[in-house]
């Protein structure tokens, strides 16, 4: 199983949806009350997609959109930000990957992609 993940700030109700319809088939997600653990689904080349949304990650401001399945839409999770980025518009982090179990978290950075463009960023 693989998984992406990414990070919204400011999530408005069913704008996950919405960008997901655009993207993959038979997606089922309520997401019209993003306050609460939204948990669907979606197929994607024939294979379920697990969807779950988590929101208040990293300081309640952000939603974490984890996604998880034998095959995926993106082959990163800086892909799949691109993709949520054009959608939404509004300010999407993820990962670099660069970070390893044991390694200083305040050194550890993340994509942030926003008006600004794409850049590396602590996270503070």
Known sequence: MQDLEIYIRDLEPAAVSGWLENQLDDVQLDDSDVTSVVKGSALFNGTRLRITLYPGAFGKRFTSVLMEGDDLPWN???D??????????????????????????????????????????VWN
């Open 76 to 78: 990163s999770d800086l």
């Open 80 to 121: 799949c930000a691109r993709s949520a980025w054009r959608a939404m518009e509004g300010e999407i982090r993820c990962s670099t990957g660069d970070w390893k179990e044991g390694d200083p978290v305040e050194d550890e950075k993340w994509w942030r992609l926003d008006h600004r463009g794409e850049q590396r960023v």
